[in-house]
């Protein structure tokens, strides 16, 4: 029991180290976001500015007109794919667990395969796809290839096989049809897998790098990252402007981790209630 005890302690003090180094980074770059430049090149680490100044953030917009254009592109993005993909996924997800239709199998261990595959040698195919269709620098060139996921089809599937069939058998007893109870009794029970897959989905349409600098050409198109690599450019020895680009960066995946936390860590819990 002791052992047990001393273990648990020791891994506590790991962990609670690894948060100090993991958060420090971004404390740092949160406060140098309210600090003058002068401050920030003088060399002194200090977490409280001394001269606290909101004007970093209104020259980033001012100084930079495109910087409100690039937040909304990432943020459509972002926001339509994981809509797509929350929907298409879990669909996806439940026919594989739930009805049974020809290839079934096979279409499960293509997907399987698709999760070997990294995503990189799919890119100048991509590319040559979306020439054809003449989707290149769209919105629709950027949403409609990652509007579904092979790792989070496989996700849901894992989760529907465990779901409790006497909940589908309920409501089909109460007249649902297969959409119905899809939709209106499993989906909604569904919570916590859908709140992981909506922080993991939207924050690869938001940090996503490589894609828009291949398929987006017009800056008015570009995203926050494609976007804050060339004002990181523009603006290069001036940190405090880039301290507070990158906190607007930040600021939309901290909220909606803050909002999906609690479906996120508490499990789904079937009772005799529900």
């Known amino acids: 029991m002791k052992k047990r005890s001393a273990g648990r302690k020791a891994l506590y003090v790991i962990l609670v180290v690894y948060a100090i180094i993991t958060v420090i980074p971004f404390l740092w770059a949160l406060s140098s976001s309210f600090k003058t430049l002068g401050e920030i090149v003088s060399g002194s680490i200090n977490f409280i500015p001394k001269d606290f100044t909101l004007d970093n953030y209104k020259q980033i917009f001012s100084k930079e007109p495109l910087f409100g254009r690039w937040l909304f592109n990432s943020l459509f993005i972002a926001t339509v794919g994981t809509l797509l993909n929350l929907l ?22 293509i997907i399987l ?38 790792t989070f089809i496989f996700m849901m599937r894992q989760f529907f096989v465990n779901f409790p069939k006497e909940v589908e058998e309920a409501a089909a007893i109460d007249g649902l049809g297969r959409f119905g109870t899809f939709f209106r009794i499993v989906l909604p029970l ?83 209630d529900k």
């Open 88 to 109: 298409f996924n879990s669909m996806a997800g439940y026919a594989l667990a739930r009805l049974s239709f020809p290839g079934k199998k096979s279409i499960f261990i």
């Open 190 to 272: 569904a919570k916590p897998a859908l709140a992981a897959q909506t922080i993991f989905v939207f924050m690869a349409f938001w940090n996503d790098f490589m894609r828009p600098l291949i398929i987006l050409s017009d800056m008015d198109m570009f995203t926050l990252p494609l976007g804050l690599n060339s004002f990181k450019g523009q603006f290069i020895s001036y940190w405090n402007y880039i301290m507070a680009a990158s906190m607007v960066f930040t600021l939309p995946i901290i909220v909606l981790y803050a909002f999906f936390n609690r479906y996120f860590v508490k499990g789904i819990k079937f009772t005799g």
């Open 113 to 150: 395969a698709v999760l070997m595959i990294p995503f990189q040698v799919t890119l100048i195919p991509n590319f040559l796809i979306l020439k054809e269709l003449g989707w290149l620098n769209s919105y629709q060139g950027m949403i409609i290839p990652g509007a579904v996921n092979a």
